[in-house]
Antibody, heavy 120, light 107 residues
Framework: QLQLQESGPGLVKPSETLSLTCSVS??????????WAWIRQSPGKGLEWIGS???????HNNPSLKSRLTISIDTSKNQFFLKLRSVTAADTALYFC????????????WGQGTMVNVSS | DIQMTQSPSSMSASVGDRVTITCRAS??????LAWYQQKSGKAPKLLIS???TLQSGVPSRFSGSGSGTVFTLTISSLQPEDFATYYC?????????FGQGTKLEIK
């Protein structure tokens, strides 16, 4: 069955770049009936959509992060990626990757999440 | 951006109770509304999409209704495993947005 797994550093220094990878197994990331997303949750807070990427590489990004954010995809590796530049303590969060099935536009499969702390 | 507002923000209830959570959108989103359940430290679980479509494997005590700007999630008879935080999310337009959550606690 489809599984998603986030990976990346758990600690990033302020002003540096946060880089995460989501590895997809059990299905092709090129499936045209799906697209892929990053979502985060600050400690004790609610859920924030970061952005989404389609298998051809087009993206939708949260305007609140847009100038710092790059989301990309590598279909040959069945992975997609998040890069967030110039991080601050406000970017400390549990980061999730997820699948969206087109036609439902809900996050139906999630990774377990990876905690990223921004601290010197 | 479409703002999603849930009510109540928290509530307490007993096993066997019928519970309703409301989600209001700041503008019409048709039926592009999903509900999630999240337990502490875990990834959210999709319960309902398209306002009323129950995900495979989700117990039938969960149901969703509504369209336009007002939506409800109903749990017909609370079970011990249902105590969690629930979120709504709109899929009508970008940026996708979530409600602030409703924490359901044991009375």
């Amino acid at each position: 069955q489809l599984q998603l797994q986030e990976s990346g550093p758990g600690l990033v220094k302020p002003s540096e770049t946060l880089s995460l990878t989501c590895s997809v197994s059990g299905a092709s990331i090129s499936d045209s009936s799906s697209y892929w997303a990053w979502i985060r949750q600050s400690p004790g807070k609610g859920l924030e959509w970061i952005g989404s990427v389609y298998f051809r590489g087009s993206t939708h990004n949260n305007p609140s992060l847009k100038s710092r954010l790059t989301i990309s995809i590598d279909t040959s590796k069945n992975q997609f990626f998040l890069k967030l530049r110039s991080v601050t303590a406000a970017d400390t969060a549990l980061y999730f990757c997820a699948r969206v099935t087109t036609g439902f536009d809900a996050f139906d499969i999630w990774g377990q999440g990876t905690m990223v702390n921004v601290s010197s | 951006d479409i703002q999603m507002t849930q009510s109540p923000s928290s509530m307490s209830a007993s096993v066997g109770d019928r519970v309703t959570i409301t989600c209001r959108a700041s503008q019409s989103i048709g039926s592009w509304l999903a509900w999630y359940q999240q337990k502490s430290g875990k990834a959210p679980k999709l319960l309902i999409s398209r306002a009323s479509t129950l995900q495979s494997g989700v117990p039938s005590r969960f149901s969703g209704s509504g369209s336009g700007t007002v939506f409800t999630l109903t749990i017909s008879s609370l079970q011990p495993e249902d105590f969690a935080t629930y979120y709504c999310q709109q899929g009508n337009s970008f940026p996708r947005t979530f409600g602030q959550g409703t924490k359901l606690e044991i009375k």
